[in-house]
């Protein structure tokens, strides 16, 4: 689900921005003080802007290694919040207009600290879109309809939020669609709140591509988080997801656009990649296209996430931050001028990699 902040209409000013709240006709677009620029998309047919870099809270304020959602019960200490609400504003301040986030996330924890940095910034959170989720929790799935409306209501409450733009279902993988998609089921609940006005748009986020697919090509959702389908070493979204998102004019958000890491940092030996098992051609793949990058003096991570955002169906990416170096580092990737050469000599170099089998 997502919360558009609304400044208040001033007088004597008549004309709304979609997405960006209210301004006057001959003002210059609302950048708030201390945001740097990035470029910024529409998300399909819900006519929001988003900057074309956002920030993935998955493990937002954990210091060390990345940590599976099962392991927050048993290690709650390694989660600090005071890191993760400087990452979360540190992303603000470089340019991210689109925190994303899930009761899943750190147990709920991901959520009270973007309230946290919401209001201790709200020069900020003027200009901010928050996605967050339904259906997926620490607990276990639940998509029926009361669940739904329960977790709306403690989100909002959690982000101090009192309306969202766009509510996302959540890792449905699993679960009967019919059961997720019914009249009493999640989006039963979502049209629900979306009839009084309490959310604006509906989408779907499944982790798993191959149940993420059917949700988008039933046209019923307006958005779509994709998670492990769309980077420079997969492109297994050309298959189903993008051709249903174009026919239905889906804005896509692509997650997990660094896989884990490498794409930033290129092959570190010793190094362990969550949920990934690169093989050694992957590796030696990745080299060549750092090597470009150096040839051209563009940040490898600049050229992952803007790659991504070329497709006209993909409005932003969400890199996961740990902590506000990485956060920085991530949205500065997005403001990164690369000369259209550079991606004429990228191309050969895109390749997808079997999951499996090569990652």
Known sequence: MA????????????????????????ASKLIPRGRK????????????????????TAFTGIPTANLAASAYKEREHTLDEELGVQAIIAAMEAGCTLIDTAPLYGGTRSETM?????????????????????????????????AVLRSVEASLKRLGLDRLEVVYIHDQMGVPMAQVMGKDGALGA?????TEKVIGYIGTAANNPETNGPYIETGEFDAAVVADAWSLLN????????PAAEKHNVGLVIATPLERGLLA?????????????????????VAQIQQLCRQYNIPMAAAALQWITRHPQITSTIPGARV????????????????????????????????????
Not at 9 to 23: E, Q, S
Not at 235 to 242: C, V, Y
Not at 269 to 280: A, K
Not at 332 to 351: M, N, S, Y
Request: proline content about 7%; some cysteine.
């Open 235 to 242: 492109q297994t979204a050309a298959k189903q997801i993008l």
């Open 114 to 146: 973007i309230g946290r940095a919401l209001r201790a910034r709200p020069d900020l959170a003027a200009g901010c879109t928050v996605t967050t989720k339904v259906g997926r929790l620490i607990e276990g799935q639940d998509y029926s309809f009361d």
């Open 324 to 359: 506000p170096e990485e956060a920085t580092e991530n949205a500065q990737a997005g403001q990164v001028d690369i000369p259209e050469p550079f991606w004429t000599d990228l191309e050969p170099l895109v390749r997808h990699w079997e999951q499996g089998v090569d990652r």
């Open 265 to 285: 940092t290129g092959p570190v030996e010793g190094i362990n990649y969550l949920n990934r098992n690169f093989s050694q051609a992957v590796l030696d793949h």
């Open 190 to 194: 979502l049209r629900k709140l979306q």
């Open 37 to 56: 620029r990035m470029k910024t998309k529409i998300l399909g047919r819900t006519g929001l802007e988003l900057s074309i870099v956002g920030l993935g």
């Open 3 to 26: 919360f558009r902040c609304r400044p208040a209409r001033p007088k004597n000013c008549a004309t709304r921005r979609p997405a960006l709240g209210w301004r006057c006709p001959k």
